[in-house]
């Protein structure tokens, strides 16, 4: 019964890469712009990067709801298996 949450966990993991892809990305670019502060592109780059991490900050608080929600459903009905 397991392959029932297991799409959440890939799901969970995937996030989680993302996240941290994105916070190297972070990174790069803060070191971009403490040379140079006002450059337009790094600027731009920085608010697309920060967006793109409030989504798959989401994306990943979403997907470990539904993960644990799905281990409880199958915890119960286990339970009720059982009984």
């Given at each position: 019964?397991?392959?029932?949450?297991?799409?959440?966990v890939l799901q969970v993991v995937k996030a989680?890469?993302?996240?941290?892809?994105?916070?190297?990305?972070?990174?790069?670019?803060?070191?971009?712009?403490?040379?140079?502060?006002?450059?337009?592109?790094?600027?731009?780059?920085?608010?697309?990067?920060?967006?793109?991490?409030?989504?798959?900050?989401?994306?990943?608080?979403?997907?470990?709801?539904?993960?644990?929600?799905?281990?409880a459903t199958q915890l119960k009905a286990e339970?009720?298996?059982?009984?």
């Amino acid at each position: 019964m397991e392959n029932v949450c297991h799409k959440y966990v890939l799901q969970v993991v995937k996030a989680k890469e993302m996240l941290g892809t994105l916070e190297e990305e972070l990174h790069d670019i803060r070191i971009k712009l403490k040379t140079n502060p006002t450059h337009a592109g790094h600027l731009k780059e920085l608010k697309k990067i920060t967006l793109d991490m409030t989504i798959t900050l989401n994306e990943l608080e979403h997907c470990q709801y539904m993960l644990d929600e799905c281990q409880a459903t199958q915890l119960k009905a286990e339970e009720k298996y059982n009984d």
